[in-house]
């Protein structure tokens, strides 16, 4: 029988420990209303994850990770209201109906996209209207938000915005959201303990997402180089988590 080395099983006890951890963590450096609004958009994110990359387990239990967030934020917060409450239901319902289709695009209803936008969208709303964020507590709600479109535009097609909110970060795309968040960061302190971190990562992320050709029907990139979703979902947690952290510091 073969025997899993000792250090391979305390990674794995030290990263769940981090994943345990991490909610409560963040719901103490950061409003429980942003934090509902980040883990719903990483919710959907990991469910076309799940199923672009062939339904693998490691997404399963990303998404599984980001569901209870969701849960702990919403526990976190102080009187959600009955509409967030019934709007955070259909959207986890949405997401793990999202897991029961085949893996083909064939396999799913032609409608299930745009209703699992919606869902997205109404409690992304209604979220923010309850967190009553500043401009930079916004940020990584945003990028979190822009980085699932990227998701959703590499695996599904266009993710469809909240068109009659175009002046709330829903209804907008990296257009509208790459140069407020350039602005926000332009005008933070590079003297403040993390700042320049922050920056540094958001360089990087910055360039996958303002290639997202949101503007073309075309599902290819602005630039033509192949989309990196695992590359993207991957350093805008990174760079999201540096943020809560900047938050509570």
């Known amino acids: 029988m073969s025997r899993t080395p000792m250090s391979r099983r305390f990674g794995a006890w030290i990263i769940g420990m981090i994943l345990c951890l991490s909610p409560l963590a ?36 990303r998404l599984e990770e980001d569901l209870g967030a969701l849960g702990a934020a919403l526990a976190a917060a102080r009187e959600p209201s009955a509409e967030l409450r019934t709007a955070l239901a259909e959207l986890v319902r949405q997401v793990r109906l999202g897991l029961t289709f ?26 923010y209207q309850a967190a009553g964020s500043s401009a930079e507590d916004q940020m990584p709600v945003s990028i979190e938000y822009l980085a699932m479109q990227y998701l959703y535009r590499s ?14 970060y829903i209804g907008q795309d990296e257009r509208q959201l790459v140069p407020t968040i350039d602005s926000v960061l332009d005008g933070m302190d590079d003297s403040r303990p993390g700042v320049a971190r922050l920056k540094t990562r958001w360089a990087y992320l910055r360039s996958a997402l303002n290639d997202m050709n949101s503007a073309s029907n075309a599902l290819e990139s602005a630039s033509g180089r192949p989309f990196a979703p695992l590359t993207v979902a991957r350093h805008s947690r990174n760079l999201t988590n540096t943020w809560l952290s900047l938050e509570g510091s």
């Open 155 to 168: 695996y599904m097609g266009s993710f469809e915005t909240a068109r009659d909110q175009p002046d709330l």
């Open 26 to 61: 963040f719901a103490q450096a950061a409003n429980p209303y942003e934090l509902i609004q980040i883990h719903a958009s990483r919710a959907v994110g990991s469910l076309v994850l799940y199923r672009g990359e062939g339904m693998q387990n490691i997404h399963a239990q």
């Open 102 to 127: 085949g893996p083909t695009e064939d396999d799913v209803p032609w409608r299930y996209p745009e209703d699992l936008s919606k869902s997205l969208r109404d409690v992304l709303f209604l979220a």
